[in-house]
Protein backbone atom coordinates (compact mmCIF):
# COMPACT_ATOMS: atom_id res chain seq x y z
CA UNK A 1 0.00 0.00 0.00
CA UNK A 2 2.74 2.62 0.83
CA UNK A 3 4.41 1.85 -2.44
CA UNK A 4 1.32 2.72 -4.09
CA UNK A 5 0.85 5.87 -2.63
CA UNK A 6 4.08 6.87 -3.18
CA UNK A 7 4.37 6.09 -6.48
CA UNK A 8 0.98 8.17 -6.90
CA UNK A 9 2.45 10.86 -5.24
CA UNK A 10 5.78 10.92 -7.75
CA UNK A 11 3.25 10.77 -10.88
CA UNK A 12 1.54 13.53 -9.44
CA UNK A 13 4.37 15.58 -8.76
CA UNK A 14 6.09 15.04 -12.23
CA UNK A 15 2.84 15.77 -14.23
CA UNK A 16 2.77 19.20 -11.88
CA UNK A 17 6.16 19.97 -13.21
CA UNK A 18 5.06 20.18 -17.02
CA UNK A 19 2.46 22.45 -16.52
CA UNK A 20 2.28 26.54 -16.12
CA UNK A 21 6.14 27.63 -16.31
CA UNK A 22 9.18 26.30 -14.56
CA UNK A 23 11.59 28.19 -12.25
CA UNK A 24 13.80 29.25 -15.24
CA UNK A 25 10.89 30.84 -17.36
CA UNK A 26 10.81 28.03 -19.47
CA UNK A 27 7.16 28.05 -21.03
CA UNK A 28 5.35 24.73 -20.96
CA UNK A 29 1.49 26.22 -21.91
CA UNK A 30 0.77 28.89 -24.02
CA UNK A 31 -2.95 28.88 -22.82
CA UNK A 32 -2.77 32.73 -21.81
CA UNK A 33 -1.36 33.86 -25.10
CA UNK A 34 2.03 34.41 -23.78
CA UNK A 35 4.04 33.94 -26.85
CA UNK A 36 2.05 36.42 -28.67
CA UNK A 37 2.23 39.07 -25.88
CA UNK A 38 6.26 39.06 -26.02
CA UNK A 39 6.23 42.05 -27.62
CA UNK A 40 5.63 43.72 -24.22
CA UNK A 41 8.66 43.23 -23.09
CA UNK A 42 10.78 46.70 -23.21
CA UNK A 43 7.34 48.95 -22.74
CA UNK A 44 5.50 50.09 -19.91
CA UNK A 45 2.24 49.44 -19.31
CA UNK A 46 0.45 51.58 -16.76
CA UNK A 47 -2.42 48.91 -15.58
CA UNK A 48 -4.46 46.80 -17.52
CA UNK A 49 -6.98 49.18 -19.04
CA UNK A 50 -4.07 49.84 -21.19
CA UNK A 51 -3.84 46.31 -22.14
CA UNK A 52 -5.78 44.49 -25.14
CA UNK A 53 -4.88 40.88 -24.59
CA UNK A 54 -7.35 37.87 -25.39
CA UNK A 55 -6.32 36.84 -21.84
CA UNK A 56 -8.74 35.42 -19.59
CA UNK A 57 -6.73 36.34 -16.24
CA UNK A 58 -3.84 39.26 -16.12
CA UNK A 59 -1.62 39.95 -13.66
CA UNK A 60 0.69 42.61 -12.87
CA UNK A 61 3.98 41.87 -10.88
CA UNK A 62 6.04 44.72 -9.78
CA UNK A 63 9.23 44.66 -7.02
CA UNK A 64 8.30 43.81 -3.74
CA UNK A 65 5.02 42.11 -4.99
CA UNK A 66 3.89 39.20 -3.21
CA UNK A 67 2.87 36.19 -5.37
CA UNK A 68 1.03 33.24 -4.69
CA UNK A 69 2.47 30.47 -6.41
CA UNK A 70 -0.07 28.66 -7.91
CA UNK A 71 0.04 27.82 -11.32
CA UNK A 72 -2.94 28.97 -13.57
CA UNK A 73 -2.08 28.49 -17.32
CA UNK A 74 -5.12 30.86 -18.26
CA UNK A 75 -2.95 33.50 -16.19
CA UNK A 76 -1.25 36.14 -18.25
CA UNK A 77 2.13 37.02 -15.60
CA UNK A 78 3.49 40.37 -16.60
CA UNK A 79 6.54 41.24 -14.93
CA UNK A 80 7.56 45.01 -14.29
CA UNK A 81 10.62 46.74 -12.83
CA UNK A 82 10.75 49.48 -11.17
CA UNK A 83 10.58 51.78 -13.28
CA UNK A 84 6.89 50.22 -15.16
CA UNK A 85 8.64 48.52 -17.92
CA UNK A 86 7.72 45.07 -18.87
CA UNK A 87 10.52 42.34 -18.48
CA UNK A 88 8.95 39.17 -18.55
CA UNK A 89 5.38 37.98 -19.70
CA UNK A 90 4.53 34.24 -19.30
CA UNK A 91 1.58 32.10 -18.64
CA UNK A 92 0.94 30.80 -15.10
Given at each position: ??????????????????????G????????C????????????????????????????????????????????????????V???????
Open positions: MRAVIISTLVVGLAACQGAGTAGGAEFSDVNARAQQDLVGGRIADMASLAVAAPKVRFIDPGDSVTQDQQPDRLNIVRDGNGVTRVYCG
